[in-house]
C-alpha cells in the first residue's frame, strides 16, 4: 500500500489518507442526540413509601451525658473530669449491668481529636454502646 509524500512526482498513484471531517460531523450529531435524549432515559419507579414522624430521643437512665466543650474539657454528667477520672469512670461504667449508653455531646468547634480520643478510651474501657447527640433544630 503506497502513501502519498511530497516527494513523489507520481500524481497517478491513489491516495491514502482516511478525511476525518465526515467522522467529526457524524460523532458531534450523534452527541447532541445522546444529549438530548439522555435525561428522557431515566425511569423513576414510582413507589408508596411510608410516612414516620421523629420525634425527640427520650434519654434513659441507664446512659452517661459526656459533654466536650471547645476548650476540650470534659464533663461527665455536668461534672468537670479529667483524663484519670474520666478513665476510672468509664471502667465503672462498663461493668454496671446493663451497660450504660454513653451520650456524647461535642461543640461544634471542638477539635475532632479530642472526640477521637474520647471514644478510643471509652472502647478501650469496655463500653460498647456510644452514641452522639446533636441539635436538629439548627442547621447549618
Do not use: C
Not at 466536650?68 to 471502667?91: P, S, T
Amino acid at each position: 500500500m503506497a502513501f502519498a509524500s511530497m516527494d513523489s512526482g507520481d500524481d497517478n498513484e491513489p491516495l491514502a489518507e482516511i478525511n476525518m471531517v465526515p467522522l467529526i460531523d457524524v460523532m458531534l450529531v450523534l452527541l447532541i442526540i445522546f444529549m438530548v435524549t439522555a435525561p428522557l432515559l431515566t425511569h423513576a419507579v414510582k413507589i408508596d413509601l411510608p410516612k414516620a414522624s421523629s420525634a425527640a430521643n427520650l434519654t434513659k437512665p441507664e446512659n452517661v451525658q459526656l459533654a466536650i466543650d471547645a476548650g476540650a474539657q470534659v464533663f461527665w454528667n455536668g461534672e468537670a473530669v479529667d483524663a484519670a477520672q474520666l478513665a476510672e469512670r468509664l471502667k465503672a461504667a462498663s461493668a454496671m449491668q446493663p451497660q450504660p449508653e454513653l451520650h456524647i455531646r461535642a461543640e461544634r468547634t471542638t477539635p475532632y481529636e479530642k472526640v477521637a480520643q474520647v471514644m478510643s478510651e471509652a472502647a478501650r474501657q469496655g463500653l460498647v454502646r456510644i452514641g452522639f447527640v446533636t441539635d436538629p433544630s439548627r442547621a447549618p
